[in-house]
């Protein structure tokens, strides 16, 4: 493994302890928020604007969900969300598209939501998790809300290591997504040079 990559990875878990609000309150530039509120699989997006497209994985290991990562539908349903101190498997990869790493991504696999066909999940690897969710016929989404966040966060050191230049704000976009009524959370973060920002 090159010192590049040791480093990215001894850095797990970066976390994103940032400031999460409604999806409604995007930035309205037309580029960014096409990118934040798309509906689709970002993963698939990503390959149709590169020629090579890989997955470098962080790191994973089970811990309670932090108080600022739990999570609770916002639709009035009666389906659950990530509680506070619930065991979640938490998953970090960098998204790298042309050699270039774009996209941060942080998820949450509750336990309990790794059953049955589910169990897959936790053994992903270098597999992209966001094809495999669109690839499921009963994946729904239930909450979509973003983030700025400043280039002095955590987050953003690691985009230094990647030798990316962080002169501006970045943007990210965290989901809840629900697998026959199991949910799981996904974080994704654009990072410089990303096609998001031009």
């Keep these: ?29 037309s580029t960014i928020n096409d990118w934040l509120l798309d509906p689709t699989s970002l993963t698939a997006r990503l390959k149709r604007h590169c020629q090579e497209f890989r997955v470098l994985l962080l790191g994973q290991q089970l811990q309670p969900c932090p108080a600022h990562e739990a999570l609770q539908n916002d639709d009035g349903s009666a389906s659950k969300g990530i509680s506070e101190g619930e065991e979640v498997l938490v998953r970090e ?3 790298y598209c042309d050699n270039v790493p774009v996209v941060f991504a942080r998820s949450l696999l509750p336990s309990g939501s790794l059953t049955g066909e589910q169990k897959a999940l936790a053994e992903l690897g270098e597999q992209p998790l ?23 966060l955590r987050l953003c050191e690691l985009a230094k290591m990647a030798d990316l230049e962080v002169t501006h704000s ?3 976009r965290r989901s809840l997504f629900h697998i026959e009524e199991k949910p799981l959370m996904v974080a994704e973060v654009f990072l410089p040079g990303a096609l998001a920002y031009q």
């Design 1 to 29: 493994m090159n010192t590049e990559l040791h480093q990215l990875k001894q850095q797990f878990p970066i976390g994103l302890d940032v400031n999460w609000v409604s999806a409604s309150l995007a930035p309205k530039q």
């Design 93 to 95: 990869v960098l998204l």
């Design 130 to 152: 966001g094809q495999v969710l669109f690839n499921n016929p009963k994946l729904t989404r239930k909450v979509l809300q973003v983030a700025e966040i400043a280039p002095s």
């Design 170 to 172: 970045l943007w990210g």
